[in-house]
């Protein structure tokens, strides 16, 4: 079993930033790939940022330049700095990770979701 703990959300004003935090833990063995997804309010969840576990990023065209995304592997916990935060970012954060576990399954996991509005 594999749990993610997401934190770091809450309210800001446009042009603020924050720093979600998510920790995972359990029966791992390994991590991947961890990464954030959105899902704002009748929209569709959409992909935010990813980095894989050789510290390659790679970024959405609407957060690239305003976001940063890191890991702390031997923590097992992927960090989401966004920066210059806009009222459109405002929606549920998720975390997610390709995670193999100590029976070397190996499946996609995620967080509950921790929600990040920004006000104008």
């Known amino acids: 079993q594999v749990q993610l703990v997401e934190s770091g959300g809450g309210l800001v004003q446009a042009g603020g930033s924050l720093k979600l935090s998510c920790a995972a833990s359990?029966?791992?063995?390994?991590?991947?790939?961890m990464g954030w997804y959105r899902q704002a309010p009748g929209k569709q969840r959409e992909w935010v940022a990813s980095i894989t576990s050789g510290g390659s990023r790679t970024y959405a065209d609407s957060m690239r330049g305003r976001t940063t995304i890191s890991r702390e592997s031997a923590k097992n916990t992927v960090y989401l700095q966004m920066n210059s935060l806009k009222p459109e970012d405002t929606a549920v954060y998720y975390c997610?990770?390709?995670?193999?576990?100590?029976?070397?399954?190996?499946?996609?996991?995620w967080g509950q979701g921790t929600q990040v509005t920004v006000s104008s």
């Open positions: 997610n990770i390709m995670v193999t576990n100590t029976a070397r399954a190996t499946f996609e996991a």
């Open positions: 359990g029966s791992i063995f390994s991590i991947n790939v």
